[in-house]
């Protein structure tokens, strides 16, 4: 069952997940799921997959609020990752858009991904 939620992002996820595009926040809820299930089937993966330490002295709450919609299972696997790591799930929302974002620039996935 899908779950609607909102997860504010930074300028830098938000440029992140619009790519070269002018895409308004509204619209950034589909890529923003999309990036989230990517980075939870990369567990582990490959460098940068864990929340950074230094960005855990960001303060929460600043920058521009996106709804999702995403189904139940990823958002609770994203829930409890989160708390692995020691972060809201919010915080680790942001970081999946910006893990997403890096492994498309460098060719690591397509961009036909974005489109399935």
Do not use: C
Not at 8 to 26: H, P, Q, V
Not at 53 to 79: K, M, N, S, Y
Not at 81 to 108: I, K, N, P
Request: aromatic letters at 6%; hydrophobic letters at 40%.
């Amino acid at each position: 069952m899908p779950r609607i939620v909102n997860v504010i992002l930074g300028e830098i996820s938000l440029r992140a997940l619009r790519g070269e595009s002018n895409t308004e926040a509204t619209s950034l809820g589909p890529p923003l799921a999309l990036a989230i299930r990517y980075y939870l089937t990369e567990k582990d993966a490959a460098p940068g997959w864990a929340y950074p330490r230094f960005r855990r002295e960001l303060i929460e709450g600043e920058g521009v609020r996106v709804q999702i919609t995403i189904d139940e299972a990823p958002w609770e696997a994203l829930e409890r990752e989160a708390d692995r790591q020691g972060v809201s799930a919010e915080r680790l929302a942001e970081h999946a858009a910006l893990y997403f974002a890096a492994h498309l620039e460098t060719g690591r996935i397509g961009r036909s991904v974005l489109e399935d």
